[in-house]
């Protein structure tokens, strides 16, 4: 079936750092994708979404890639702080049902 | 942020407890989903609606009903709890099914001994 999946368990970088999270995706039909934050204690916050007429939106200090010909999403950090420490899920519509396919997550870790 | 409240927060619970978790929205959206997020099974999608009394289930229904008799309003019932349901139960809105991103709240952490 259809599925969203990282390839990262753990990031871990320096602060000032550009963070890079991959995220692979199975439904070549898919055409809206979606990143989500989130920290501990908290619901998922939305960051970025993409649409798949695009290769490319940015957002502030972040940028979501699209790659539709092998079926993957990054999301770039730019000049990493450590409040970007936190779990980052991208996210998927199920096309005619009310869901969303979330990958596993990926946890940033930001040190100084 | 999105306007979305769950109340309560925290709660323990015995067995065989009826439990109501509540979701309050301020954005109008037609949308309202809830989730339970468990260690290595991610969000899972335990029902939504799709207007006032209008609902459906998600992928793991058992055990759990919904009520919205307003569109602020969805409540989420665990007519009688089992400690199978412990978790952190997340709601979320959207304004469209699959064009716009859902919101989520902060959650409701359910302990049931």
């Known amino acids: 079936g259809e599925s969203v999946g990282l390839h990262l368990p753990t990031l871990s970088v320096q602060e000032g750092d550009n963070s890079i999270i991959n995220c692979a995706y199975s439904?070549?039909?898919?055409?809206?994708f979606i990143w989500y934050k989130q920290e501990s204690g908290k619901g998922p916050q939305f960051i970025i979404d993409?649409?798949?007429?695009?290769d490319k939106r940015q957002g502030q200090r972040v940028t979501v890639l699209l790659n539709k010909t092998v079926k993957h999403l990054s999301l770039q950090i730019a000049a990493t702080q450590p409040g970007d420490s936190a779990v980052y899920f991208c996210?998927?519509?199920?096309?005619?049902?009310?869901?969303?396919?979330f990958g596993a997550g990926t946890r940033l870790a930001v040190h100084p | 942020d999105a306007g979305i409240t769950q109340s309560p927060r925290h709660k323990v619970t015995e067995t065989g407890t009826p439990v109501t978790l509540r979701c309050h929205q301020t954005?109008?959206?037609?949308?309202m989903y809830w989730y339970r997020q468990d260690p290595g099974h991610g969000l899972r999608l335990i029902h939504y609606?799709?207007?006032?009394?209008?609902?459906d289930k998600g992928e793991v229904s058992d055990g759990y009903s919904v009520s919205r008799s307003k569109t602020e309003d969805f409540l989420l019932t665990l007519e009688s709890a089992t400690s199978s349901q412990t978790s952190v139960y997340f709601c979320?809105?959207?304004?469209?099914?699959?064009?716009?991103?859902?919101?989520f709240g902060d959650g409701t952490r359910l302990s049931i001994l």
């Open positions: 439904n070549s039909a898919s055409d809206y």
């Open positions: 993409i649409r798949s007429n695009m």
């Open positions: 609606s799709y207007g006032v009394k209008d609902t």
């Open positions: 979320a809105i959207s304004a469209a099914r699959e064009s716009q991103p859902q919101h």
């Open positions: 954005e109008n959206h037609r949308y």
């Open positions: 996210a998927e519509p199920l096309r005619g049902y009310n869901k969303l396919i």
